[in-house]
């Protein structure tokens, strides 16, 4: 049963660099064919997509949060990263990873996300 | 890319029928038939429950239905159970960023 636990720093101050890592368990980051997303949900707000990877190391980000945006991959740790730089209040939120596709039957459909982290709490304060 | 609109909340009692909109462009939900749903209940991480438009994943109840007309896909939740309070988002591919809508609250009533 694949699964995804969000770790990182849970406070960081305006203008600093927010780090946040995805582990993957129970199968390889590598495999399948898919990417893998980093999703976030400010307090009391809607999910906002911010980007994906795939294990080659191929991204693609937000064209909102690209500039500040880096999402990185470890196939020896079988684990995905999150940068955002010089962040604001605005970017406290929850912070979700997720596979990149709905897998069945040894098929895998693309564009969805089938399986989340739990979610860690990002604030963004002095 | 702006999020797509989703009407604020709805709500329905118990056995009803309750049908949740997600109005895009044809640069997303008209564009591509990779329109996906999830519910999401408090404290807890979404739950996909419908992909590819009208798709159901494995152990998601029939009642949960999914279709696209033009820029604007549709959730329908039938038979109405205590357990699909929640909050429910759209998510459209829109040809490699994906966009969410603003989220929907269903309430049974």
């Known amino acids: 049963q694949l699964q995804l636990q969000e770790s990182g720093s849970g406070l960081v101050k305006p203008s600093q660099t927010l780090s946040l890592t995805c582990a993957v368990s129970g199968g390889s980051i590598s495999s399948g064919g898919y990417s893998w997303s980093w999703i976030r949900q400010p307090p009391g707000k809607g999910l906002e997509w911010i980007g994906y990877i795939y294990h080659s190391g191929s991204t693609y980000y937000n064209p909102s949060l690209k500039s500040r945006v880096t999402i990185s991959v470890d196939r020896s740790k079988n684990q995905f990263s999150l940068k955002l730089s010089s962040v604001t209040a605005a970017d406290t939120a929850v912070y979700y990873c997720?596979?990149?596709?709905?897998?069945?039957?040894?098929?895998?459909?693309?564009?969805?996300?089938?399986?989340w982290g739990q979610g860690t709490m990002v604030t963004v304060s002095s | 890319q702006s999020a797509l609109t989703q009407p604020r909340s709805v709500s329905g009692s118990p056995g009803q029928s309750v049908t949740i909109s997600c109005t895009g462009t044809?640069?997303?939900?008209?564009?591509?038939?990779?329109v996906s749903w999830y519910q999401q209940h408090p404290g807890k991480a979404p739950k996909l429950m419908i992909y590819?438009?009208?798709k159901r994943p494995s152990g998601v109840p029939d009642r949960f239905s999914g279709s696209k007309s033009g820029n604007t896909a549709s959730l329908t939740i039938s038979g109405l159970q205590a357990e699909d309070e929640a909050d429910y988002y759209c998510c459209s591919y829109a040809g490699s960023p994906y966009v969410f809508g603003t989220g929907t609250k269903v309430t049974v009533l």
């Open positions: 997720a596979r990149n596709a709905y897998c069945s039957g040894g098929s895998c459909y693309l564009h969805a996300f089938d399986i």
């Open positions: 044809s640069s997303d939900v008209g564009g591509y038939n990779y």
């Open positions: 590819d438009v009208s």
